[in-house]
């Protein structure tokens, strides 16, 4: 079974406008995280935001926020105020706890395009 | 800059043929990990160094093979490369061997061609 189910593989969205990028998890692993991945055009893949299992709080670094739903097993990402620059792809990752060796795991990712 | 230092960051070669790919981690983390990234497969975790020793294996094929040096630096391995061998090589480094709350840096990636 895929430990990160990633169901959009484009989404298209308006400057200025807010977008959620979809991510969903599976794990027997109470202790886990979970990252967000921005890889441009370019190819580097860049760290956007972190999600531990036991913080009572969603994450959120500037315009990125993560909608974190443990009972649904989700993990979303939230941009607000889309910029152009913000085209790219999306990776949602976990990394499970000792059983998992602490090794993160990626999904497919979802392309993003941010139309002016 | 993130820090991680990857080359070459192109490799162009013919099947058959051995390649080394080279990673330095950023400054402080012990940490390395190796992934292959193709547009079938996704990311695909490959190996992980914690400190000079392996810490755990992925989907790694036995023509490739890594090594994490006493200076920190890692080299993968290619070997006897197929044409499906062709992808992005990407070297991340954690500070501890569960990356914490920081996530992990990844260097830009090594493009591998196998011609």
């Known amino acids: 079974a895929q430990k990160i189910t990633q169901t959009q593989p484009g989404m298209f969205v308006q400057e200025k406008e807010a977008v959620t990028l979809d991510c969903t998890y599976d794990t027997s692993d109470p202790s886990y995280g979970l990252f967000w991945y921005k890889q441009p055009s370019s190819g580097e893949m860049i760290f956007l935001i972190y999600q531990g299992s036991y913080d009572q709080q969603n994450a959120t670094e500037g315009r990125y926020s993560l909608n974190f739903q443990k009972a649904r097993k989700s993990a979303n990402l939230v941009i607000s105020a889309s910029q152009l620059g913000d085209s790219a792809m999306y990776f949602c990752a976990m990394r499970e706890g000792p059983e998992g060796s602490y090794i993160p795991t990626f999904g497919r990712g979802t392309s993003l395009i941010v139309h002016p | 800059d993130s820090g991680v230092t990857q080359t070459p960051k192109h490799l162009i070669t013919a099947t058959g043929q051995r390649v080394t790919l080279r990673c330095s981690p950023r400054?402080?983390?012990?940490?390395v990990y190796w992934y292959q990234q193709s547009l079938d497969q996704g990311l695909q975790f490959l190996i992980q160094y914690y400190n000079g020793e392996e810490r755990a294996k992925g989907n790694i094929l036995e023509r490739f093979s890594a090594q994490q040096f006493p200076d920190l630096h890692s080299e993968l391995n290619l070997s006897s490369l197929e044409l499906g061998d062709s992808a992005l090589y990407f070297c991340a480094s954690s500070v501890d061997r569960s990356g914490g709350d920081h996530g992990y840096t990844f260097g830009s990636g090594t493009r591998l061609t196998v011609v």
């Open positions: 400054s402080g983390d012990l940490s």
